[in-house]
């Protein structure tokens, strides 16, 4: 499984710019200014000793304070500054997380070719989810045929 999880996420006024979703190395409550100038990504991800820890009740929390898409798509259309006011409402960490989380989703959908969709599901509006670039799964596609291979599940 690869870890991956929003620790460059902070706060985006001088009141919360050091507000994250880490806890500081040394057991509970949030990273100081100075236990992150020692910060490693790599090592985080490994869990090592010295890096601030992952505070996923805290993401948890935030995410589940997320408002409807139709709400933040009405709050988009008004403008990014709009969109950023309301949700700094609900929470600091919310405008950063989202922009995170859009920013950093390498998923597209494409739709199926007639050959490839499944006949038991009547319709044409048939899509996959690729996990990757849309050049990535080209070279992709290209090594599998090339190398004969089909894929199942």
């Known amino acids: 499984i690869h870890f991956f999880f929003p620790h460059g996420v902070r706060g985006l006024d001088d009141e919360t710019q050091n507000e994250s979703f880490l806890l500081s190395p040394k057991g509970s409550g949030a990273c100081t200014e100075d236990e992150m100038k020692g910060f490693d990504a790599d090592k985080f991800k490994n869990g090592e000793a010295g890096q601030p820890k992952p505070d996923v009740a805290k993401l948890k929390r935030v995410i589940d304070a997320c408002p409807a898409v139709d709400d933040m798509q009405a709050w988009a259309k008004q403008g990014d500054v709009v969109l950023k006011k309301e949700l700094s409402k609900i929470d600091a960490l919310l405008y950063p ?57």
């Open 97 to 153: 997380l989202l922009i995170w989380i859009i920013t950093s989703n390498r998923c597209h959908l494409r739709r199926l070719n007639e050959s490839e969709r499944i006949k038991a599901i009547d319709t044409e509006y048939q899509f996959a989810l690729c996990s990757a670039t849309p050049q990535r799964e080209k070279d992709f596609q290209q090594l599998r045929a090339r190398n004969s291979s089909f894929l199942a599940w």
